[in-house]
């Protein structure tokens, strides 16, 4: 009887575009709001399957549709931010997110034809699981960065979340790559590939639950949610509005809050003419109350600042330092500039704040701060932690619309906390306002689309994890060594 023909290979290569596609839609399936964070290995697994059966352009190929079927259902919100706030017609914002998610499928291809140039099929199950981390890794610094669904954030809820404290993100998105390699090798009837995939989900059951411990009484926090429409935020009347809303919410509040939290750009307007309204309010609270907003700055050379600065018991300020490209600023700004409203939107204008920068002091507590899309960093948002005792963040994921992407941006930000045994406090223009404990877990959330309060009590917490102390790179090192004996050196033939 002759044997049986490879499912994938290079003459039948279309099962692998096929299965290509679904790992990517299985992938955004393992995360907010679905949950289904057992998709992840499997998803591995079936890029895994018949590799190195394919030659090198198949491979970036297969790379490159994992990652439209990942971005383009996973990070599709970014049509809403195009259309219905870019002013761009829907034929126009069609093709800027097909573009956009085309653009970052590129970083799979190109990682997936490099591994299969390069590697052999030895030890494959660790190669293919260390090229993966490295993909992601470098993913998230390229261009500024993309750490959007990286695997391991799919797994705030997992068996596996105890190991994010010691590795972060990208350790738990290398577990989740090996689990996936050596589910193939044990479907190939390989059975001791049960042993190293048991250790993996086993021992988190033996790890630390706390590495952090609580430094002071907690604190009680009240974050604002003003759920204020975007389109008209900028105008008088907008201006007007916000202040009234954020006003009068702030005053509703019980005399028993120590802090209250406005969301980014609160008040849209500029420091200088926020500051007499921010003032007059704190008169009227609790003689002990401290209030912190999200604003926009203006120095004397004419620069804008996101920023957080604060009225009442508190010290410092914070200036954003990785800003969002077309959102925050334009790269190739005299080319692009003026092309098209989307690239023309309110502050799109703004300069990075100092990348080190002290935490934010009130009631004795230090605060380390992120504004919107640098929680999605984990290194970063770590860097913050080391001096802090809470994580700040506060965003406008009103650009999100009603899509995923909020729910998302919430997840990464649980993560946060874990990874760094501090309490984050999040809040948000129309949700999801969150307070969330060191363990990464929901204390208390507002629900979307409402203006609403959230208030509760958050613990200053003192320690450092070891991701706290060290960050990705011991990740990214291991990632690199198990790469190592796959990697395929041609000698030179001689002539």
């Not at 006003?247 to 809050?257: I, W």
């Not at 930000?413 to 948000?428: D, F, K, M, P, S």
């Amino acid at each position: 009887m002759p044997p049986a023909k490879p499912l994938i290979s290079a003459r039948r290569p279309w099962p692998g575009y096929l299965a290509a596609l679904i790992a990517g839609g299985f992938s955004t399936l393992s995360f907010a709001p679905f949950h289904l964070w057992w998709l992840g290995p499997i998803a591995v697994a079936l890029m895994y399957l018949g590799r190195h059966r394919l030659t090198v352009g198949q491979a970036a190929l297969h790379g490159w549709l994992f990652g439209v079927g990942l971005f383009g259902t996973g990070a599709s919100w970014v049509y809403v931010s195009i259309h219905d706030y870019g002013y761009t017609g829907a034929p126009l914002a069609l093709f800027l997110t097909a573009l956009f998610v085309g653009t970052l499928a590129l970083f799979h291809a190109f990682i997936f034809g490099l591994y299969r140039r390069f590697t052999s099929p030895r030890l494959a199950f660790l190669s293919f699981a260390g090229v993966w981390v490295l993909g992601e890794a470098f993913r998230s610094w390229a261009f500024t960065g993309f750490p959007w669904l990286l695997l391991g954030s799919a797994q705030v809820d997992s068996p596996l979340a105890p190991w994010a404290p010691i590795g972060g993100v990208y350790l738990l998105s290398l577990i989740v790559a090996l689990s996936g390699t050596l589910l193939v090798e044990f479907c190939r009837r390989r059975w001791w590939a049960a042993m190293p995939v048991a250790a993996l989900w086993l021992v988190p059951l033996a790890l630390p639950t706390h590495w952090t411990q609580q430094a002071a009484d907690p604190l009680r926090v009240a974050l604002l949610q003003g759920n204020l429409p975007q389109l008209a935020k900028w105008s008088a009347d907008g201006q007007r509005n916000a202040v009234n809303t954020y006003t009068r919410m702030s005053r509703e509040l019980p005399d028993d809050v120590d802090l209250i939290v406005w969301p980014e750009t609160a008040l849209p307007m500029f420091e200088e003419q926020a500051r007499p309204f921010l003032e007059r309010l704190q008169t009227t609270l609790a003689p002990e109350t401290a209030l912190l907003t999200g604003i926009v700055q203006r120095d004397a050379s004419g620069h804008y600042y996101n920023a957080i600065v604060g009225v009442g018991e508190t010290r410092g300020e914070y200036r954003k330092a990785h800003l969002v490209p077309f959102g925050e600023f334009l790269p190739l700004d005299f080319l692009l500039r003026g092309i098209i409203d989307f690239f023309d939107l309110p502050m799109s204008d703004f300069a990075a704040g100092a990348d080190s920068q002290p935490p934010i002091l009130t009631h004795g507590i230090a605060i380390g701060s992120a504004i919107c899309y640098e929680i999605i960093y984990p290194d970063l948002v770590a860097g913050r932690a080391r001096d802090a005792n809470v994580i700040l963040t506060v965003s406008n994921d009103t650009w999100f619309g009603r899509s995923i992407g909020p729910l998302q941006h919430l997840q990464m930000a649980r993560l946060r906390a874990l990874e760094n045994g501090r309490y984050v406090i999040r809040a948000t223009s129309n949700g999801v306002t969150a307070i969330i404990d060191d363990q990464g877990r929901l204390q208390e959330r507002a629900p979307q689309f409402e203006a609403t309060s959230v208030v509760g009590n958050v613990a200053p917490m003192t320690g450092l994890t070891p991701f706290t102390r060290t960050g990705s790179w011991p990740t990214w090192l291991l990632a690199l060594l198990m790469l190592m004996p796959g990697l395929a050196w041609k000698r030179r033939q001689p002539r």
